[in-house]
């Protein structure tokens, strides 16, 4: 199985601050690599997919990048609604995997 | 409206049976792969279990055995049956789709739906 390890598990950060989360995969996984967000009580929502495609609709300060095992979501300027979870989902294999989530806090 | 609901949570006990359904509206059925996904309280995303448009289906390793996964496209339903339920099977389990033709994750999600199971 491919293990998916995230990174940071929490951050806390101020309005206007750029944020980085990282995932690494056990495993080369090509870019099928997807990030949700998850806010308390609510389904995950689709931010990126491909590794660094925005799913639409969504904020342009929400980017990813990498490929193989190396991943990263930024968030450039973090506002008030981007308090939430984020988690990674790597889907080349089954079983399909996700990091253990990065908890975002707004100081 | 592309949308997926959730629903058949419910409280039961260990050892019993439950089947947790999702009806898919708004979009073409046969496009996608559905898959299960759960949150226990307090913790992460897990993924459970997956179908594709023709009926291959995929398991984690926590629930093979005990659950199935369906579908059936005329009625644009995906359903769970989960046997031998124990209490860390307790958790939000939400129903999710993922594109067949460019795979890319899953973009569309249920609102979930609480399974307990608890003496």
């Known amino acids: 199985d491919i293990q998916m390890t995230q990174s940071p598990s929490s951050l806390s950060a101020s309005l206007g601050d750029r944020v980085t989360i990282t995932c690494r995969a056990s495993?080369?996984?090509?870019?099928?690599l997807g990030w949700y967000q998850q806010k308390a009580g609510k389904a995950p929502k689709r931010l990126i997919y491909?590794?660094?495609s925005l799913q639409s609709g969504v904020p342009s300060r929400f980017s990813g990048s990498g490929s193989g095992t190396e991943f990263t979501l930024t968030i450039t300027s973090l506002q008030p609604d981007d308090s939430a979870t984020y988690y990674c989902?790597?889907?080349?294999?089954?079983?399909?995997?996700f990091g253990g989530g990065t908890k975002v806090e707004i100081k | 409206q592309e949308e997926l609901v959730d629903s058949g949570g419910g409280v039961v006990q260990p050892g019993t049976s439950l089947r947790v359904s999702c009806a898919a509206s708004?979009?073409?059925?046969?496009?996608?792969?559905f898959h299960w996904v759960r949150q226990a309280p307090g913790k992460g995303l897990e993924w459970v279990a997956g179908?594709?448009?023709?009926?291959?289906?995929y398991y984690a390793d926590s629930v093979k055995g005990r659950f199935t996964i369906s579908r059936d496209n005329s009625k644009s339903t995906v359903s769970l049956q989960m046997n031998s339920l124990r209490p860390d099977d307790t958790a939000v389990y939400f129903c999710?789709?993922?594109?067949?033709?460019?795979?890319?994750?899953?973009?569309?999600w249920g609102h979930g739906t609480t399974v307990s199971v608890s003496s």
């Open positions: 999710a789709r993922a594109p067949i033709l460019v795979p890319s994750g899953m973009d569309v």
């Open positions: 708004g979009f073409r059925f046969t496009s996608y792969t």
């Open positions: 179908i594709s448009y023709g009926g291959t289906q």
């Open positions: 495993q080369g996984i090509r870019n099928d």
């Open positions: 491909g590794a660094s």
């Open positions: 989902l790597q889907y080349s294999r089954y079983p399909l995997t």
